[in-house]
């Protein structure tokens, strides 16, 4: 099962922003890692919201107020299904993955984490997913320990294996790598930490849009997502726990809406999911959020998943065909694991990325240059950053075709 012609054409319909030329140019999106365009049910969500129902939620005795909380919740019980929870409440709504693993470090983990207990990453994570833990680890004089990938940008198991042990109280591991986009066998990562008493928090940034999410048949602790990675609104988020974990985490932000009652002298908290959910969220982004998540559904992840990895394949295979075509290895692939999202990092020899992007902008064509806030992954490579290619359904042959051609020109001239 994958996308045809015709259904990507509909699909591109969908997406006002593709139709526009950027100098002069037919635009090439190729910056899906980064961010996902929005369909026009996301768009007209927000606009809907925004003309006709807006109206702060959960406390109101009136109408808006009463249609804005109810989907407000809606959303919840989509993201519910979406990853299979058992129950709505498992799922927070933040403003990000960002603040997500913040509020897992800040919580859970400035409640269990001691002396000597050790956190696991592993060398692709974002930033997000390493910066956390270096502040609660630094606090509590907990040890931060680097899980190993291979060259082509598989993780070590077998290192893993020996850095686990009954010391490990998390390990904090990206499904897909947004930089290599190496997809991580999180079921064997899941179960080997819990063999050891540990929980495991999983960044789902690049794998939402296109891998099954099951949280209660991976046996995940804590699952975080980001909303704009899946074609719907920046600035709204998810993080999944058990309830058990949630529950028995205190507070991150106090205010109201995370209360059941206040005192000068004491508060107690409401349950979950509004004990972290304090003050008033971003309701209009949280509701639109549905319509985004419906719409990746509607089409289907296998489906998306073969046809991006099509697109993927398209562009490798491209990448060779010019280093053959050129003589040389001007071309360098970064991150060639055999199971991978349609992210594909690449330099070029004795270029600067970041000039190769500029110049491609001129042509039309998003990608993205640097780190990809991975520096520590850079490092590893022996590199200052990368020309990120990411693709989405809405792209095709044919676009990765002009970048293709783009790169082999700018080979050329020299
Ligand atoms: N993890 C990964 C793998 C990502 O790609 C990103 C976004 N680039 C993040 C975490 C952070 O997500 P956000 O900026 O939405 O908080």
Redesign the pocket.
């Known amino acids: 099962m994958t996308l045809g012609k015709h259904d990507i054409e509909k699909i591109r319909e969908e997406f006002p922003i593709l139709h526009q030329k950027v100098h002069g140019k037919p635009l090439v999106y190729f910056d899906n890692?980064?961010?996902t365009q929005k369909p026009l049910s996301v768009i007209n969500a927000l606009n809907e919201y925004y003309t006709k129902n807006n109206a702060n939620i959960h406390r109101g005795a009136h109408t808006l107020a009463d249609r804005s909380t109810g989907m407000f919740e809606a959303t919840r019980i989509t993201v519910q299904a979406f990853i299979n929870a058992n129950e709505a409440e498992e799922c927070i709504f933040t403003?990000?993955?960002?603040?997500?693993?913040n509020l897992v470090a800040q919580t859970w983990g400035r409640q269990n984490l001691k002396a000597g207990d050790e956190v696991l990453i592993t060398y692709m994570?974002?930033?997000?997913?390493i910066v956390p833990w270096q502040l609660i680890c630094e606090e509590k004089g907990a040890l931060l320990k680097v899980i190993p990938i291979h060259t082509n940008g598989e993780l070590d198991i077998e290192a893993y294996k020996n850095l686990l042990s009954v010391r490990t109280k998390l390990v904090a591991c990206?499904?897909?790598?947004?930089?290599l986009g190496t997809i991580n066998p999180i079921e064997e990562i899941i179960s080997l930490a819990h063999e050891k008493g540990a929980l495991v928090l999983i960044?789902g940034?690049?794998a939402g849009s296109h891998i099954e999410i099951d949280v209660q048949a991976l046996n995940m602790d804590f699952l975080?997502l980001?909303?704009?990675?899946l074609y719907g609104p920046?600035g709204v988020?998810v993080l999944y726990a058990k309830r058990a974990i949630l529950e028995s985490m205190p507070p991150y932000h106090g205010g109201g809406e995370m209360i059941k009652e206040v005192s000068f002298s004491k508060t107690t908290y409401a349950d979950i999911p509004f004990k972290f959910e304090a003050g008033t969220p971003n309701i209009g982004d949280v509701i639109a959020f549905k319509f985004a998540i419906d719409y990746v559904t509607s089409i289907g992840k296998k489906a998306i998943a073969n046809y991006e990895h099509e697109l993927l394949v398209h562009f490798t295979n491209g990448l060779h065909a010019i280093n053959n075509k050129l003589g040389s290895n001007l071309i360098e692939l970064i991150g060639t694991a055999a199971n991978k999202v349609a992210v594909q990092s690449f330099t070029l020899k004795d270029k600067h990325p970041f000039d190769i992007g500029m110049m491609l902008d001129a042509k039309g064509i998003a990608v993205r240059t640097g780190h990809?806030?991975?520096q520590p992954l850079m490092a590893f490579y022996g590199i200052e950053g990368t020309i990120r290619a990411s693709f989405s359904f809405y792209n095709t042959k044919e676009e990765i075709d002009i970048l293709l051609h783009s790169l082999e020109t700018i080979l050329s001239r020299n």
């Open positions: 890692a980064a961010t403003k990000g993955i960002t603040e997500g693993i994570e974002h930033h997000s997913n990206v499904w897909a790598s947004n930089a960044d940034a690049q975080v980001s909303s704009h990675k920046t988020g990809h806030c991975t």
